[in-house]
Structure formats: structure tokens, C-alpha cells
């Protein structure tokens, strides 16, 4: 490939679409992550994801729906560490969790955005409401592939009459403790201990035995 052919192939993905929105988020992702969402303008995030600011503006209409896109974008990223190649109905609901609580940890630079602190396990309440948009868009896609899990779990062992919608915000609000719980130690045991904790009661409330 030239050099010219190279110029050409890179102007295209630059102007396409659907690359420049990814591009938007991943950039905004890392800096609202980083620096926070009210220290990140959207000129900073345009330079970022080497683009125009009002690509932004076009694209999302706003840096608040911006933040919305990427809470739904760490949902999705979760639910994909969570489910793996696993098949729903197959998927041990501890093992669920195990994954996605290695995969908060892993991405832990959100406390900064969603409220939480690892050194202290206390809610940063002057971030919460900033942090809302990203959150309750988390939350829904979380939820929704929840009880569909829960669904399935429950149907390949033919229990039926369970209220899926509310047991998959239980199981929510369990993953969320959890995940704080876990955040705010450092002792290598009690995370342990934690977890295993959290598996345990999944595990019952799945109708599946003790691990």
C-alpha cells in the first residue's frame, strides 16, 4: 500500500460514520474516567477523538446523552466478560459474578465518576448526581440481560412462578453491594470471602446447590 493509498484509507475511516462515533466514546470514556465528567469539555474530547466538536454535538446532542451512550457501552462490556461463550441457560450464576466483579475491579477508575471510593467504601455523594446518566443507562442494559439470564437459568431446571423482573433488580442491587464491598478493602481474604459470600446466596436464589 502507498503512502497516498494510506492517506485515502485513513481520511475515510476518519469521515465514516460509525468509526468517528466509536472514536468519540472510547475518547470520552477514558477522559471522563480519568478527569471527571464535569472537568471534561467536549473541545477536549473532540481533540481527544481527533475530530470536529460539533461531530459531538451531532452525533449524541449532547455531552450528557455522550455519557448516557457510554454507560450503555460499560453495561454491554460487562455483560460480554459475564456471559463469555457460555450459553444463558448454562451459565453458572456464580460464575457470572465472579466475572463481573473482576471486571469492575479491572475498570475501577469509574469511582471516580459513579460514586464510589476504594479506599474509603463510602458514596462520593457530590459525584452521584453527575454520575446518573451513566448509571441508570448501565443499570437497564444490566438488568434486561439479567432476567434473561435468570429466565433461562430457571427454565433449564423447570421452576417456574418467579417474578424474573424483580428478581433481577435484587440481583442487581446484590452485585452492586458486592462490587463496593469488594472495592473497599484491600485485604486479599476478606475480598475473598465477600465474593464467595455473594455466590453462595446467588447460587440458592437460583434454586442451584452450593458451589
Known amino acids: 500500500m502507498t503512502v497516498a493509498t494510506r ?71 460487562m455483560i460480554a466478560v459475564m456471559q463469555g461463550d457460555d450459553a444463558l441457560a448454562d451459565l453458572d450464576p456464580g460464575v457470572a459474578i465472579t466475572r463481573c466483579i473482576d471486571f469492575a475491579v479491572e475498570h475501577k477508575d469509574w469511582e471516580t465518576l459513579t460514586g464510589e471510593s476504594c479506599s474509603e467504601g463510602k458514596p462520593k455523594t457530590m459525584m ?52 463496593e464491598a469488594v472495592l473497599g478493602t484491600s485485604d486479599t481474604a476478606q475480598r475473598a470471602a465477600i465474593v464467595a459470600e455473594a455466590v453462595r446466596f446467588l447460587r440458592s436464589a437460583c434454586g442451584l446447590p452450593a458451589a
Not at 29 to 54: C, H, P, Q, W, Y
Not at 153 to 161: D, E, P, S
Request: include cysteine; charged fraction near 20%; glycine fraction near 8%.
Open 7 to 77: 492517506a485515502v484509507d485513513a481520511r475515510s475511516r476518519r469521515y465514516d460514520p460509525a468509526e468517528t462515533r466509536q472514536r468519540v466514546l472510547e475518547a470520552a470514556n477514558l477522559l471522563f474516567s480519568t478527569k471527571g465528567f464535569a472537568a471534561t469539555g467536549t473541545a477536549d474530547i473532540a481533540r481527544a477523538a481527533d475530530v470536529s466538536e460539533g461531530s459531538i454535538f451531532y452525533h449524541f446532542g449532547s455531552k450528557k446523552n455522550l455519557l448516557v451512550d457510554i454507560g450503555r457501552m460499560y453495561g454491554e462490556r
Open 128 to 179: 452521584a448526581a453527575e454520575a446518573e446518566p451513566f448509571y441508570h443507562a448501565s443499570r437497564a442494559v444490566t438488568c434486561d440481560w439479567a432476567q434473561r439470564h435468570i429466565s433461562a437459568v430457571l427454565a433449564k431446571q423447570g421452576i417456574t412462578g418467579v417474578n424474573v423482573a424483580v428478581a433481577a433488580m435484587l440481583i442487581y442491587a446484590l452485585v452492586g453491594e458486592t462490587i
